[in-house]
């Protein structure tokens, strides 16, 4: 089984490019089920219920979030509708939303779900390590295979994510830096592990932003608006194909694909 994991989709650019070229994509390399981080995906931060349900219907599978979960006035009231989109799993329990998704594809049950790092990151999250393993321990008994999150700054903190679930899911990635890392590996227990996926949106860019604006933000420190780029736009992510008796993948391939 092969499934397409994709960092960030960044604003209109990175929506369209879906639009246009995943469906393609998909049936060129044999993609069975698409799972891509969409925090950014109206206007740069957050999402909305109409954003998310164009990436769907562009073919994405499964929608993850992160620190930008809540950018969008209204989300609040609209995830709860959304049957695959989920929040980060260690915001309080009192935030509305999933925590956690599981899709069926080619038969199998695929659990999906992502956490919050604490280093350098904004929202007040319970410990990411502890949540992840009780996600893992409820999601075990319901799915065949898992694949796990860790949105945050540091690789550290992404690298200590990967080793904390190795030999127990399928696949941890890692997304928010915007960046993609050229770590794509099989960990020692048999997981899959890529440090940052990178984001689909345009690269000509500051992290997908405009680059004078960004900038002359770090010149001048004088706040500025920074509208989402427009060029060199493609989508970055990984190929994990899984052996679907193991679970584990076989390979781990890092795309950065552009028309
Ligand atoms: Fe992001
Ligand atoms: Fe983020």
């Not at 960044?10 to 639009?19: E, H, S, T, Y």
């Not at 949106?201 to 932003?209: A, H, K, M, T, W």
Request: glycine share 12%; charged share 25%.
């Amino acid at each position: 089984m092969k499934i397409l994991i994709l960092g960030d989709i960044v604003g209109r650019p990175g929506r369209a490019f879906l639009k246009a070229h995943l469906s393609n994509y998909k049936l060129k390399n044999g993609i069975d089920c698409v799972i891509a981080n969409g925090e950014n995906a109206a206007g740069g931060a957050g999402i909305t219920a109409k954003t998310a349900k164009e990436i769907l219907g562009s073919g994405v599978d499964a929608i993850t979030l992160g620190d930008h979960v809540w950018d969008q006035m209204n989300f609040n009231r609209e995830i709860d509708d959304l049957q695959y989109v989920c929040r980060p799993a260690n915001l309080p329990v009192s935030n509305p939303g999933r925590d956690r998704l599981i899709i069926e594809k080619g038969g199998l049950k695929i659990g999906i779900f992502t956490v919050l790092g604490r280093t350098f990151m904004g929202p007040k999250v319970s410990c990411p390590f502890q949540t992840a393993s009780k996600v893992v321990q409820d999601l075990v008994a319901q799915t065949d295979i898992i694949i796990a999150e860790i949105h945050a700054e540091t690789t550290s903190e992404k690298e200590a994510m990967g080793w904390h679930l190795d030999g127990n899911v399928s696949m941890v990635f890692g997304t928010h830096t915007h960046v993609p890392t050229a770590d794509g590996r099989i960990l020692k227990e048999g997981t899959g592990y890529q440090s940052d996926l990178g984001m689909t949106g345009p690269r000509e860019s500051v992290l997908g932003r405009d680059i004078d604006a960004c900038l002359g933000r770090f010149i001048d420190g004088m706040p500025r608006k920074c509208p989402v780029a427009t060029e060199d736009v493609g989508m970055q992510g990984c190929i994990v194909d899984l052996d679907v008796k193991s679970g584990f993948p076989h390979s781990i391939k890092i795309i950065d694909h552009r028309v």
